[in-house]
């Protein structure tokens, strides 16, 4: 090997996880893996080209260069393009980026030429429409790269977080986090389309040096955004164990964007007819009737613990992706609340940015009312509801399983009935301008209040209720052409699958929101 080869194999030679062997120990005694070794799993085999791997912190004056090169490898970030689910998706599919933040080195912090590498990469991704994951574990900006210092004041005309920026809506951005991820690494974080992590990171605006830098006081990096807040107030999507589960559903949530699996399977779709109660007084959880739709282990939830009151997330009808919001009677008994109807617009925006088909299905008693929830902005919140959806330019198809009242279930069908590709109903169905046991107390107060007798008044009002219920059957809002059908609940693939076949595909660039809303 000719002396300049053997130099170059060299150098790269200390990047690698087999010769840092104190690195990786240290890693694995906390549970984790090297950035390395997830880049390693995300990738297909044999297909990472990395980017910048001869980089080394801007510290040339204070430390020896053999230091440089031995202890801050790629100055803390890996970068690079590879193959992701190549097994299922051809190659222009399954193309993909990776930038992971090395925590080995430096506390995976942002330095000079770290910077200057993500900002090649991101130019990259953006000029290509490479769809970006970005491993963000680290402890923000860097302030030890003395070498830059004579050339910079601030650093706070870097393009980094722009273009990082710039990928919403462009492209897919799906970020992970295992550990400590604070201030810079947290903002590009904050940015992306899903956000997957583990139970043991935390995540913060700002670290324990920053908050102590403020006056705030002194905290340990595990009292800073803990996973037990950031799942409950909707920062983290995707709560996960440990690695090697982030970065097999950093896989899966990549591949809905990837398009259609050739491989698939469904359960027994007899099933569904059974799901929801025959009593109307009774809750059933929405996440089995979504599963029973969608092929067997396809549904992958967002934000589970964040608005209780919608469900929301990614499936497949026959290895077609879509995405999905669903009430969740089993939560204040599906009332829409300001966090749930923020988590459905977000979710359609997602959808419509990048090209999913939206399905709705819906069973609630309209938007949550009172003088309490009117304190949480409800009535801008849950009216992103009807901006989003009258933005939504991709297949959109509504299926009312019981409840469908009032402006909260004019929300979830896209802004009404007549806006979907088609509005079904479930033969449980029931329709009312609003909660038909209150249009009748409100209705017919004069009328009620006529009978003085309290046992024939309740007669009349039960009388009047059976009535409305009556009226308000899916049969008969079918009937008058309200909705479009009422179907079989074991036909409701069936109906979906003839409704994505029946439409043409969206061209490139159709999307009517140019960005996914962080929130």
């Given at each position: 090997m000719r002396p300049e080869l053997a130099e170059l194999y060299a150098r790269l030679s200390f990047g690698l996880d087999a010769n840092r062997p104190d690195a990786v120990d240290k890693r694995r005694r906390q549970n984790r893996r090297t950035a390395r070794a997830n880049v390693e799993d995300l990738c297909d085999p044999g297909t990472f080209l990395e980017y910048g791997a001869l980089a080394i912190a801007a510290q040339r004056s204070r430390r020896s260069m053999e230091d440089l090169i031995r202890k801050t490898p790629a100055d803390g970030l890996i970068a690079g393009v590879a193959a992701v689910n190549g097994q299922w998706f051809a190659e222009e599919r399954s193309r993909c980026m990776l930038m992971a933040y090395d925590y080995t080195v430096l506390a995976g912090t942002q330095g000079h030429f770290n910077h200057?590498?993500?900002?090649?990469?991101?130019?990259?991704?953006?000029?290509?429409?490479?769809?970006?994951?970005?491993?963000?574990?680290?402890?923000?900006?860097?302030?030890?790269?003395?070498?830059?210092?004579?050339?910079?004041?601030?650093?706070?005309?870097?393009?980094?977080?722009?273009?990082?920026?710039?990928?919403?809506?462009?492209?897919?951005?799906?970020?992970?986090?295992?550990?400590?991820?604070?201030?810079?690494?947290?903002?590009?974080?904050?940015?992306?389309?899903?956000?997957?992590?583990?139970?043991?990171?935390?995540?913060?605006?700002?670290g324990p040096v920053m908050i102590e830098g403020g006056g705030l006081g002194v905290y340990r990096p595990e009292e800073v955004g803990p996973m037990e807040v950031q799942t409950e107030n909707?920062?983290?999507?995707?709560?996960?164990?440990?690695?090697?589960?982030?970065?097999?559903?950093?896989?899966?949530?990549?591949?809905?964007?990837?398009?259609?699996?050739?491989?698939?399977?469904?359960?027994?779709?007899?099933?569904?007819?059974d799901l929801v109660p025959e009593s109307r007084r009774r809750a059933y959880d929405v996440r089995t009737v979504i599963e029973g739709l969608a092929d067997i282990g396809s549904f992958l939830e967002l934000r589970p613990k964040f608005g209780p009151s919608m469900v929301t997330g990614l499936l497949r009808i026959e290895g077609r992706p879509m995405g999905v919001?669903?009430?969740?009677?089993?939560?204040?008994?599906?009332?829409?609340?300001?966090?749930?109807?923020d988590k459905a617009a977000r979710l359609m925006m997602l959808c419509n940015a990048h090209g999913l088909p939206i399905l709705s299905l819906c069973d609630t008693p309209g938007f949550m009312v009172g003088p309490e929830?009117?304190?949480?902005?409800?009535?801008?919140?849950?009216?992103?509801?009807?901006?989003?959806?009258?933005?939504?330019?991709?297949?959109?198809?509504?299926?009312?399983?019981?409840?469908?009242?009032?402006?909260?279930?004019?929300?979830?069908?896209?802004?009404?009935?007549?806006?979907?590709?088609?509005?079904?109903?479930?033969?449980?169905?029931?329709?009312?301008?609003?909660?038909?046991?209150?249009?009748?107390?409100?209705?017919?107060?004069?009328?009620?209040?006529?009978?003085?007798?309290?046992?024939?008044?309740?007669?009349?009002?039960?009388?009047l209720v059976a009535g409305m219920y009556e009226r308000g059957k899916a049969i008969n809002a079918a009937a008058q052409l309200e909705i479009d059908a009422v179907i079989d609940p074991a036909v409701t693939r069936q109906w979906l699958l003839q409704g994505l076949k029946s439409l043409p595909p969206r061209p490139p660039g159709a999307a009517q929101h140019a960005f996914v809303d962080p929130w």
């Amino acid at each position: 090997m000719r002396p300049e080869l053997a130099e170059l194999y060299a150098r790269l030679s200390f990047g690698l996880d087999a010769n840092r062997p104190d690195a990786v120990d240290k890693r694995r005694r906390q549970n984790r893996r090297t950035a390395r070794a997830n880049v390693e799993d995300l990738c297909d085999p044999g297909t990472f080209l990395e980017y910048g791997a001869l980089a080394i912190a801007a510290q040339r004056s204070r430390r020896s260069m053999e230091d440089l090169i031995r202890k801050t490898p790629a100055d803390g970030l890996i970068a690079g393009v590879a193959a992701v689910n190549g097994q299922w998706f051809a190659e222009e599919r399954s193309r993909c980026m990776l930038m992971a933040y090395d925590y080995t080195v430096l506390a995976g912090t942002q330095g000079h030429f770290n910077h200057k590498k993500m900002d090649r990469m991101l130019k990259l991704a953006y000029d290509q429409k490479l769809p970006l994951i970005y491993l963000g574990e680290g402890g923000g900006g860097r302030p030890g790269d003395v070498d830059a210092s004579g050339v910079v004041v601030a650093g706070l005309d870097l393009g980094t977080f722009a273009s990082f920026a710039r990928l919403s809506g462009h492209v897919p951005v799906v970020g992970v986090v295992s550990g400590f991820c604070f201030a810079g690494n947290a903002a590009l974080l904050g940015c992306c389309d899903v956000i997957i992590a583990t139970s043991s990171s935390n995540i913060g605006m700002g670290g324990p040096v920053m908050i102590e830098g403020g006056g705030l006081g002194v905290y340990r990096p595990e009292e800073v955004g803990p996973m037990e807040v950031q799942t409950e107030n909707g920062v983290v999507d995707i709560e996960v164990a440990d690695d090697v589960q982030a970065m097999a559903v950093a896989r899966q949530c990549l591949s809905y964007f990837q398009g259609t699996l050739p491989v698939w399977e469904a359960g027994d779709q007899l099933r569904l007819r059974d799901l929801v109660p025959e009593s109307r007084r009774r809750a059933y959880d929405v996440r089995t009737v979504i599963e029973g739709l969608a092929d067997i282990g396809s549904f992958l939830e967002l934000r589970p613990k964040f608005g209780p009151s919608m469900v929301t997330g990614l499936l497949r009808i026959e290895g077609r992706p879509m995405g999905v919001i669903a009430n969740n009677p089993a939560y204040m008994a599906g009332a829409i609340e300001a966090e749930g109807a923020d988590k459905a617009a977000r979710l359609m925006m997602l959808c419509n940015a990048h090209g999913l088909p939206i399905l709705s299905l819906c069973d609630t008693p309209g938007f949550m009312v009172g003088p309490e929830v009117e304190k949480r902005a409800q009535v801008r919140h849950v009216c992103r509801m009807f901006v989003v959806g009258s933005h939504v330019s991709v297949p959109f198809f509504t299926v009312v399983l019981r409840r469908g009242y009032g402006l909260g279930v004019m929300a979830m069908a896209k802004g009404g009935f007549h806006e979907s590709f088609f509005s079904a109903a479930w033969p449980t169905g029931e329709f009312g301008g609003m909660g038909l046991e209150g249009a009748v107390k409100a209705g017919f107060k004069k009328e009620l209040a006529a009978v003085e007798d309290p046992q024939a008044r309740e007669a009349l009002y039960n009388k009047l209720v059976a009535g409305m219920y009556e009226r308000g059957k899916a049969i008969n809002a079918a009937a008058q052409l309200e909705i479009d059908a009422v179907i079989d609940p074991a036909v409701t693939r069936q109906w979906l699958l003839q409704g994505l076949k029946s439409l043409p595909p969206r061209p490139p660039g159709a999307a009517q929101h140019a960005f996914v809303d962080p929130w």
